[in-house]
């Protein structure tokens, strides 16, 4: 009895690596939600947008800087670039550069 009970649970061990070994892995679960924020954050209008906006949406932009460039645009008009950004006291290449994918004009 012993000796079929050993060759019973060497059988169903087998048969269960082996349905493990087949089976698919498992795919990762997309939030949908958060797909879709990305894509409604994958663009800030520079002449368009708000200094709350700005602030929220662009790293290394506190709401100091994101008057500057307000007011940057109320003297100076729509900006012609995303690197005219540069001209906008304390905004540097580096910032620039981190936001770059996220601006529109």
Do not use: C
Not at 46 to 72: C, F, H, M, P, W
Not at 80 to 96: C, F, M, P, R, W
């Amino acid at each position: 009895m012993r000796k079929w009970l050993s060759a019973l649970s060497l059988a169903t061990l087998t048969s269960l690596s082996f349905s493990l070994l087949a089976a698919e892995p498992a795919k990762p679960a997309v939030d949908k939600p958060v797909v879709e924020q990305a894509a409604k954050v994958a663009s800030v209008n520079l002449n368009t947008a708000d200094a709350e906006t700005l602030q929220r949406e662009l790293s290394g932009i506190g709401l100091v800087k994101a008057k500057a460039i307000v007011a940057y645009r109320e003297a100076h008009g729509p900006f012609a670039s995303v690197d005219e950004l540069l001209e906008v006291k304390g905004i540097g290449a580096a910032t620039l550069d981190k936001n770059r994918s996220k601006l529109s004009l």
